[in-house]
């Protein structure tokens, strides 16, 4: 999605200082008046700019239809709308265990160093019991 925008310092004749122009990028729902995303701030003057708006997926599957909303502080009637369609799936079955999860493995060498720890631990406290 590309959005134009304008360069330089807003107009501000009634302002003492210099004003920055600031835009905010964020996903809304129209139908549900919600914000789907957190407000991003784009405060640099670049001809373009890629960010990334994370949002949570939709609970139950089927299609949405969202709004990206970017709006200026500084500019009236340049404000951007474009709409964003989602077809979500149903989400895949979380495994309830995975190789990957084992925490014993054979021959690994952070065991043996977890049972020296283990063993220096106990050999401390008994130490101390025995300075008391």
Known sequence: MGF???RGLPFEPLSSYEKQ????LYI???KEQTLISMPYHVCTLKDREEVELKFPAP???GNYQYTVYLRSDSYMGL???KQLKLEVHEAK???ENHPQWETVVEGDEDQEDSE???DSFEEEEEEEDDDD
């Open 4 to 6: 134009p925008l304008p």
């Open 21 to 24: 122009e600031w835009w905010w």
């Open 28 to 30: 809304a729902d129209r």
């Open 59 to 61: 609970g139950k599957p």
């Open 79 to 81: 404000d951007q709308i």
């Open 93 to 95: 079955p979380v495994p």
């Open 116 to 118: 020296g720890f283990e």
